[in-house]
């Protein structure tokens, strides 16, 4: 689970022009607006990330009710402000609590997610109907469905209940950290080569398959947190994007090839299905279609250098590879900086940017301010 809030340290002020209630103040990489001498520097602070969603029953947070207690990209008197900054107070304990300690549960902090299940209520008679078309039509069955009480024990005879299958746990969900959480890479990596690709806005996608005997396996096809069972499953979207990805790819028996080719007992493909109706379909796509930005084997991820050529065999996309060499700029802002720019898919904002060394021993996203302020995240 992503820490939405935790515990940092004041790690600078600075003043704002022409603001004398307010000031700038810097956490990890990133940095709040601040009443000002709120905090001194060095105060441990809880810090509550964007793209998060507080408790609307704490009177703490009755304040951003305007903004639907949802804690988003800014700009105020010029300058960027980036999650939110409260003192140690908020917590009403005496807890002693270290730097990294993750508070979202005791604040009661949710994520704000980009596909939540729209399910509609089940239409048990016109289910009945259609899967026992001579039994709706019999007279006696009729009159007697008349009568809530059998249509209750009715419902439960004749239409079946299936319990969705969970998210798989041999599969991990998709979620790179933002650099401002972990700007020690800048120093760490300095001088190594990187890949990086565009980040691109749609719907996290997976397709999985885990052996399970010699020659039974599991095939699975998943949103960012939901297991799809098949193409009749109700989502965000109209129609069921993921599976439709996974028939217009072969995605089942791309991965048996696969899993053959390398003698795998495991082998996973992720990425983002982007078109009409997701996202605002920035890119103007006609239709749906599917970019992967994984491929993991045995556990493995392969470096997308060398993957883009294994998907392109079989059809595939890979997102955009912006550059295969690329070494890390000495600071944050260059940074930042480098990851605001057009698209390549389309005339528009990118999202951001995804860095990963080619050994896949770090990687992380880099979110483009410019999108941020545009799109309200």
């Known amino acids: 689970m992503r820490k939405l809030a935790h515990i940092e340290r004041i790690e600078w002020k600075r003043p704002i022009e022409g603001a004398d209630r307010i000031e700038l103040v810097g956490v990890l990489g990133w940095q709040c607006i601040a009443k000002k001498n709120e905090f001194e520097l060095g105060d441990l602070c809880v810090y509550i990330e964007i793209d998060s969603i507080v408790d609307k029953e704490n009177p703490d947070f009755a304040f951003l009710e305007p903004k639907h207690y949802k804690i988003k990209t800014q700009k105020m008197r010029g300058v960027l402000s980036q999650g939110i900054v409260f003192p140690m107070s908020i917590l009403h304990t005496n807890k002693k609590y270290a730097i990294g300690d993750d508070v979202t549960t005791v604040l009661k902090i949710k994520e704000v997610e980009d596909e939540v299940p729209q399910r509609k209520p089940a239409d048990n008679m016109q289910t009945l109907k259609q899967s026992h078309k001579k039994l709706a039509k019999n007279k006696v069955f009729q009159w007697f469905m ?15 209940r299936r319990k969705p299958k969970k998210f798989p746990d041999w599969i991990v969900k998709t979620d790179e950290t933002r650099i401002q ?3 020690h890479v800048l120093e760490e990596y300095a001088g190594k080569q990187m890949v990086v690709t565009e980040k691109i806005d749609g719907t996290s996608t997976t397709f999985g398959l885990r052996k399970e ?3 039974k396996c599991d095939f699975a096809v998943c949103s960012r947190n939901v297991r799809q069972e098949d193409m009749k499953q109700k989502c965000f979207y109209e129609g069921n ?16 090839k696969l899993m053959e080719r390398y003698n795998a007992q495991v082998v996973v493909l992720q990425g983002e299905t982007i078109g009409e109706g997701i996202q605002g379909n920035k890119y103007a796509l006609k239709g749906h279609d599917f970019y992967a930005f994984n491929l993991i084997i045995d556990g493995k991820k392969i470096d997308s250098a060398v993957a883009t050529d294994i998907v392109k065999e079989f059809g595939i996309k890979w997102v955009p590879i912006i550059d295969a060499k690329y070494l890390l700029p000495p600071s944050l802002d260059e940074m930042l900086e480098y990851a605001d720019g057009k698209s390549v898919l389309h005339d528009t904002l990118r999202e951001g940017l995804v860095i990963r060394d080619h050994d896949n021993t770090t990687s992380f996203k880099c979110i483009s301010n410019k999108f941020l302020l545009k799109h309200g995240l």
């Open 146 to 160: 008349r009568f809530k009480w059998f249509r209750n024990i009715a419902f439960k005879l004749f239409i079946p």
């Open 181 to 183: 959480n972990m700007p």
């Open 213 to 215: 005997g010699r020659r």
């Open 241 to 256: 994007v993921y599976h439709e990805m996974a028939a217009k790819y072969n995605a089942k028996d791309v991965l048996v």
